[in-house]
């Protein structure tokens, strides 16, 4: 059996109890925030909607760990912000009838945070890792054995006072998250058991999505008027909410109801400048500068930095739907409009 030593010094170790909670101390904040805040989070499978078969294959998988009285395999959930990667995990979690504890790759920096991490696991129990590949190497290499054999194996001091210590760990389930399933390195990816890609979401199951969470707030939505926020919405549940979210605070305050209509959708979007394609200024941006450059294929990069935008949020959250609706392509020299897209912008005199 191959061991993955990771040298460390003793220092790194969590010793104590106390020493444990302070690692455990944002992660367990984290935790708290996702279980009272977001009022729009399902608590069940049946709550949330659409994503039929990785539900049907999570509860089999679920089902038969349960059954074995095994933990669940180590699942890695992928797919575009606000799809419910986050969601999924807490709710494995639910259903496993086990505790989950949440970090982010990020906020592991030392190796000390992981093993405090991994220490601080009890049989059975889970730990979700959200934009997971941004774990630094030796976080990563740490992981392999303790995924694999549920055992760290670290090697401590240097040179001749060199010395190995082998830390039996409980069966534990991690689940990663990931908005950029390639930058995951293929021996992480390959100890998960479970690979679920999460899909955009169709028209009927972002209206569901919208009817449950405006039942949720106490908002009576006209069935018109749920339509169009669907529509534009992006395939993406995070979207649907916030436009939901933007359109009730237009109703309550300049219309002083609670009763939503397809026209104060309309009026409430347009306040925000948010057109019936659902296109925003930051998109419209995107376009114009891909039209001003007599439609030559752009690199990301260049439009990034000539809009002013970081260009991980471009490629994550604008580009998406503008491809998903024709009105961009990526070329291997760029990006590049489309004719649909061309027609689009310059049918729109303003100057973005
Ligand atoms: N299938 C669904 N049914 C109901 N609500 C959902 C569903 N998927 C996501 N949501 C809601 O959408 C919002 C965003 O979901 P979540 O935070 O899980 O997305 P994510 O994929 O983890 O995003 P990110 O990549 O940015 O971390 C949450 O409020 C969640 O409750
Ligand atoms: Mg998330």
């Known amino acids: 059996m191959a061991i993955i030593s990771s040298s460390l010094d003793d220092s790194n170790i969590p010793r104590s109890r106390k020493e444990l909670r302070l690692v455990d101390s944002k992660i367990i904040a984290e935790e708290k925030l996702n279980k009272n805040v977001n009022l729009a989070r399902p608590n069940s499978f049946k709550e949330f909607i659409g994503q039929e078969q990785i539900k049907s294959s999570l509860k089999i998988a679920i089902e038969a760990s349960k059954y074995r009285k095994e933990a669940l395999e180590h699942t890695l959930l992928y ?3 606000g799809l419910g990667k986050t969601t999924l995990a807490l709710l494995i979690s639910y259903e496993m009838n086990t505790k989950c ?6 906020s592991i920096e030392r190796p000390r945070d992981i093993v405090g991490l991994l220490l601080g696991l009890k049989e059975g129990e889970i730990l979700f890792i959200d934009e997971i590949h941004r774990l630094n190497k030796l976080t990563e290499e740490l992981l392999y054995s303790a995924m694999e054999d549920f055992r760290l194996d670290l090697t401590m001091g240097a040179n001749r006072g060199a010395r190995c210590r ?6 534990f389930t991690l689940i990663g998250a990931t908005t950029k399933l390639a930058s995951i390195s293929a021996p992480l990816k390959d100890r998960f058991g479970i690979c679920q890609k999460i899909e955009f979401y169709s028209n009927n199951d972002l209206q569901q999505i919208i009817l449950n969470f405006s039942n949720l707030i ?5 069935n018109d008027a749920c339509c169009a926020l669907a529509k534009i919405s992006r395939g993406t549940p995070r979207i649907a909410l916030r436009l939901l979210k933007r359109v009730r605070d237009y109703a309550q305050v300049i219309k002083n109801t609670n009763k939503i209509s397809l026209e104060i959708v309309e009026k409430a979007l347009n306040s925000q400048k948010i057109d019936s394609k659902g296109l925003d200024n930051v998109d419209r941006k995107f376009l114009s500068f891909l039209n001003l450059n007599n439609n ?6 260049s439009i990034a930095a000539g809009m002013g935008e970081d260009s991980s949020m471009l490629e994550f959250v604008v580009e998406p739907y503008l491809i998903q609706i024709g009105f ?8 590049k409009l489309t004719s649909l897209g061309k027609k689009y912008i310059t049918s729109k005199n303003e100057k973005y």
Do not use: E, F, H, Y
Request: glycine share 8%.
């Open 328 to 335: 961009i392509m990526r070329t291997p020299r760029g990006r």
């Open 101 to 106: 504890r949440v970090a982010s790759a990020p």
């Open 218 to 222: 106490n908002l009576q939505l006209k």
């Open 166 to 171: 082998t830390i039996n760990l409980p069966k």
């Open 79 to 81: 797919g575009q912000p």
């Open 296 to 301: 030559n294929p752009i690199g990301l990069d």
